[in-house]
């Protein structure tokens, strides 16, 4: 049986998620970082973890499917024997206007930020229940609190997993699970690195603290929300985003 904790992040090969997974192994957990891309340099990833003397596994698995992510959790199982923390952080933006916007577009969002951290989320609470014990960290949006034009198939699905995040935290509080979401604000990571330069003027200038954040900023916010720092927190959405919501 492993003395140490474990953590599983979705979407763990880059981005806020591998800060929050680099965060995670800085403070001893065990690591199930998981991605999808095919282009993933897994041999670099197990190296940088492997450097901080933590166990990680490494799972390639869509969050969307469900049947990847019995296999992804079942992995996990086999290897750690629990899971401590889960963080539901993969997600994707497909922007357009609503005149605009696909079906297909839509539905890719809401099935892999929402029905992903559904399934995600259901897999790894029954090995939590058993234990009684775990925290949950659903990754939301401030979008997802007030809306964005260009990008209602997004903030539909950061919204989604707010109400998903108080409703299951409602059902598990009894069993000693803590279960809270993050909205980030601008961060830097590939995600926004995509949009025009005037674009993320425009948004740098709705920051109180005119800066963008960083992902190593969110990821401390997150680790908070895993570990026993904050173990009377449960069923809450916490802004990170230099003030633009308050
Ligand atoms: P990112 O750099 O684009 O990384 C996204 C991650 O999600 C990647 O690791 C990707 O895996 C993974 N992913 C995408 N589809 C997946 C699937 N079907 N199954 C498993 N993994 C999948 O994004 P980020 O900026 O770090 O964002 C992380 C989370 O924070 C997202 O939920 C995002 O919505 C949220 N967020 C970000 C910001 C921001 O400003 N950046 C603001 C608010 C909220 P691969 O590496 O394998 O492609």
Not at 12 to 15: F, Q, T
Not at 80 to 83: G, N
């Given at each position: 049986m492993s003395e140490r904790k474990t953590v599983l992040v979705t979407g763990?090969?880059?981005?806020i998620g591998k800060e929050v997974a680099l965060k995670f192994a800085d403070q001893g957990y065990n690591v199930v970082i998981n991605y999808v891309s095919d282009n993933t340099d897994v041999n670099a990833l197990k190296q940088e973890f492997q450097e901080k003397n933590v166990e990680c596994l490494i799972i390639k698995a869509d969050v969307s499917k469900a049947e990847e992510v019995t296999k992804l959790v079942e992995k996990s199982i086999e290897k750690?024997?629990?899971?401590d923390v889960l963080v539901n952080n993969a997600g994707i933006t497909k922007d357009n206007l609503l005149l605009r916007m696909t079906e297909e577009e839509f539905d890719k969002v809401i099935e892999i930020n929402l029905k992903g951290t559904y399934l995600v989320t259901k897999a790894v609470s029954k090995y939590m229940m058993k234990k009684r014990q775990g925290s949950i960290i659903n990754l939301s949006s401030v979008v997802g609190v007030s809306g964005n034009a260009g990008q209602c198939n997004y903030s539909a699905s950061k919204a989604g997993i707010i109400g998903f995040t108080k409703s299951i935290a409602r059902e598990l509080a009894s069993r000693n699970i803590r279960v809270n979401s993050v909205a980030p604000g601008f961060i830097a990571t590939d995600m926004t690195a995509v949009l025009p330069d005037n674009v993320k003027e425009t948004i740098n200038n709705q920051i109180p603290l005119k800066r963008i954040g960083s992902a190593k900023e969110v990821a401390e916010l997150i680790y908070f929300l895993g570990s026993?720092?904050?173990?009377?927190?449960?069923g809450q959405v916490i802004n990170i985003d230099g003030g633009m919501l308050m």
């Open positions: 763990a090969a880059r981005g750690f024997e629990k899971i026993d720092l904050s173990s009377y927190i449960t």
